[in-house]
Antibody
Framework: VQLMESGGGVVQPGRFMRLSCAAS????????MHWVRQVPGKGLEWMAF????????YYAESVKGRFAISRDNSRNTLYLQMSSLRTEDTALYYC???????????WGQGTLVTVSS | SFVLTQPPSVSLAPGETATISCGGN??????VHWYQQRPGQAPVLLIS???DRPSGIPERFSGSKSDDAATLTISRVEAGDEADYYC???????????FGGGTKLTVL
């Protein structure tokens, strides 16, 4: 199983950014997926969830209405579209596979997003 | 919003047994999962659904739950167990994942 995030970098407040997570080594189209973020030196914060078929999506209150999770099962890729970015969105963003029951059994290495003017 | 409470830190000597608690309202009706995160690395799932240890996780790691308190137990602690440990639940009714604040384990 491999999950590889990309798309991070430095972005100005108020702008948008799209993160990608390339998946391999498992049935991506049969797996629910999550995004989790971590401010450097701080704890883990769950961000978003998408069911295997993309029909069901959930978001943390802190990003609802600004972030959108999506997936392309034909490309084995998970996305996180982030808009109206704020300085407090600065964090390492991980994608993770759902094992079932809401546990996350495989994680990528993360991509760093820095929101700064 | 739902909150999971963990002690900020635990310190003990090699060979001792570490217990890390995780408390939350109505935890008895949720599955609790545990993760280990070593410095500079991604989290690793240690325990799923209260007590289930995924393949490859040493038997020294075990989980339990009683009422609204879950516990991660690490037997015969080693220097390599120094890490941050997080509990997590999936709140089915609201469709939200929640992590505890994390516990830093220090092996003296």
């Amino acid at each position: 199983v491999q999950l590889m995030e990309s798309g991070g970098g430095v972005v100005q407040p108020g702008r948008f950014m799209r993160l990608s997570c390339a998946a391999s080594g498992f049935s991506f189209s049969g797996s629910a997926m999550h995004w989790v973020r971590q401010v450097p030196g701080k704890g883990l914060e769950w961000m978003a969830f998408i069911l295997h078929d993309g029909e069901t999506r959930y978001y943390a209150e802190s990003v609802k209405g600004r972030f959108a999770i999506s997936r392309d099962n034909s490309r084995n890729t998970l996305y996180l579209q982030m808009s109206s970015l704020r300085t407090e969105d600065t964090a390492l963003y991980y994608c993770a596979k759902d094992r079932g029951g809401g546990s996350l059994d495989f994680w990528g290495q993360g991509t760093l997003v820095t929101v700064s003017s | 919003s739902f909150v999971l409470t963990q002690p900020p830190s635990v310190s003990l000597a090699p060979g001792e047994t570490a217990t890390i608690s995780c408390g939350g309202n109505d935890l008895k009706n949720m599955f609790v999962h545990w993760y280990q995160q070593r410095p500079g690395q991604a989290p690793v799932l240690l325990i799923s659904s209260d007590i289930d240890r995924p393949s490859g996780i040493p038997e020294r790691f075990s989980g339990s739950k009683s009422d609204d308190a879950a516990t991660l137990t690490i037997s015969r602690v080693e220097a390599g167990d120094e890490a941050d440990y997080y509990c997590q639940v999936w709140a089915t009714t609201s469709g939200h994942g929640v992590f505890g604040g994390g516990t830093k384990l220090t092996v003296l």
